[in-house]
Every structure is written in structure tokens, then in C-alpha cells.
């Protein structure tokens, strides 16, 4: 079975940094390209970052730019994304999401369930 | 950056009628569109993709059309499972990758 799982959420404080971390089985993840889209409290989708396949291509939205840093471990199977300098705002569930493409650019065929991050003092 | 657009927001249906939702991009997304659902508290789900191909496992009453920048999502006999959120998404024009904000099927 194709399955993304995360973790690392939790309630941090603003200033403060997370890791998070998406594990990957069912499927060959180095040939796939994988996202975090976040999705804020009773708010609609926000994609934030992506990576290739290899890991050496890597983009992100404007409003995490800077802050946040996606990468990957293919002999884990594992997608992690460091955030840093964590802001009110960046509260949200957190999904990782596959590409059908090793360089993305595709629709997100598969989901993880999601891992909620709360931002607060 | 390419801003998608959904209307409407809310459409209330009763159980076995037809469902139309609307999807535009600000410019040309060719076909390269997808649509996802998601129930509360579940993860989205993808439905279709290339604008009008049904992801695996998705059933038939569900069906998109359009290119360019005009897309519909047509759920021709809403079942009781298919009160949810939809939400349109392209990828033509990346990044960044960017989503409507969705529409609400709601029970009439």
C-alpha cells in the first residue's frame, strides 16, 4: 500500500523552530517528487515547498522563503521540512503530498494525514 | 503567479441531484488541472486530473471539463459520501503551485 505518514507537529513558540518528517513506503520514493501543503484552521490549501526526486531541486512559496527548508533522505524513505523562525501564521496541518513526476509539476496523487503545527505564546 | 478562482463558495444539493462546480485560473493553465476532495478532519483526496481524467479508484458520477482557464467539476448524482469540500489546483504555471479556495457541497 502507497503511504506517506508525518510527524514531528506540535505547539511551539513564535521565533521558535520544528522539524517535521514524512515516511514514505509502497512505492520507490527517489522517483518522485514530494510537496508540503499546509492547510490553516478552517482555511483552504497553501502548497509551501517541493523537491525533486534526487533532492537537488528545491522550491518554495514566498511566505516561507528564507524560513523553511525541505529535504530528503532516499536511503530512509524519508521527506523532512525544517522550520525555523516559526511565525503565528504558519499554524496549520501540514501534508505531504506525491508528485506522479520524479521532477514535479503534477497533480498530488497520494496524501499523508497530516500533522498539525500551532505557532503561539 | 496564477490565481484560481472557485464559485461558488457554497452550493447546497439534495442527495441524487447534479452537482457543477467552477474553477478559473487568471491565465492559461492548458489542461494541466486537478481536482481534490476532502472530508472533515481527512487529508484531500485527488479526483481527477489532466483536467478530465478520473484518478484510480474514483467513480464515474464524478467528471471535469475544460482547459484554458474555464474548468468544471460535475458530480452527476451527489451520494450521501460526497458532502465535502472540492478544491481546484494547477500546475502549468509552477511554482508556486496554487489551489482555489474551494468550494462547500453541502446537504440541501
Known amino acids: 500500500e502507497v503511504q506517506l505518514v508525518e510527524s514531528g507537529g506540535g505547539l511551539v513558540q513564535p521565533g521558535e523552530s520544528l522539524r517535521l518528517s514524512c515516511a514514505a513506503s509502497?512505492?520507490?520514493?527517489?522517483?518522485?517528487?514530494i510537496s508540503w501543503v499546509r492547510q490553516a484552521p478552517g482555511k483552504g490549501l497553501e502548497w509551501v515547498s517541493i523537491?525533486?526526486?534526487?533532492?537537488?531541486?528545491?522550491y518554495y512559496a514566498d511566505s516561507v522563503k528564507g524560513r523553511f527548508t525541505i529535504s530528503r533522505d532516499n536511503s530512509k524513505n524519508t521527506l523532512y521540512l525544517q522550520m525555523n523562525s516559526l511565525r503565528a501564521e504558519d499554524t496549520a496541518t501540514y501534508y505531504c503530498?506525491?508528485?506522479?513526476?520524479w521532477g514535479g509539476g503534477g497533480s498530488f496523487d497520494v496524501w499523508g494525514q497530516g500533522t498539525m503545527v500551532n505557532v503561539s505564546s | 503567479e496564477i490565481v484560481m478562482t472557485q464559485s461558488p463558495a457554497t452550493l447546497s444539493v439534495s442527495p441524487g441531484e447534479r452537482a457543477t462546480l467552477s474553477c478559473r485560473a487568471s491565465?492559461?493553465?492548458?489542461?494541466?488541472l486537478a481536482w481534490y476532495q476532502q472530508k472533515p478532519g481527512q487529508a484531500p483526496r485527488l479526483l481527477i486530473f489532466?483536467?478530465?481524467t478520473r484518478a484510480t479508484g474514483i467513480p464515474g458520477r464524478f467528471s471535469g471539463s475544460g482547459s484554458g482557464t474555464e474548468f468544471t467539476l460535475t458530480i452527476s448524482s451527489l451520494q450521501s459520501e460526497d458532502f465535502a469540500v472540492y478544491y481546484c489546483?494547477?500546475?502549468?504555471?509552477?511554482?508556486?503551485?496554487?489551489f482555489g479556495g474551494g468550494t462547500k457541497v453541502e446537504i440541501k
Open positions: 491565465q492559461s493553465v492548458s489542461s494541466n
Open positions: 509502497g512505492f520507490t520514493f527517489s522517483s518522485y517528487a
Open positions: 503530498a506525491k508528485d506522479p513526476y
Open positions: 523537491i525533486s526526486g534526487s533532492g537537488y531541486t528545491t
Open positions: 489532466g483536467a478530465s
Open positions: 489546483q494547477q500546475y502549468n504555471n509552477w511554482p508556486p503551485l496554487t
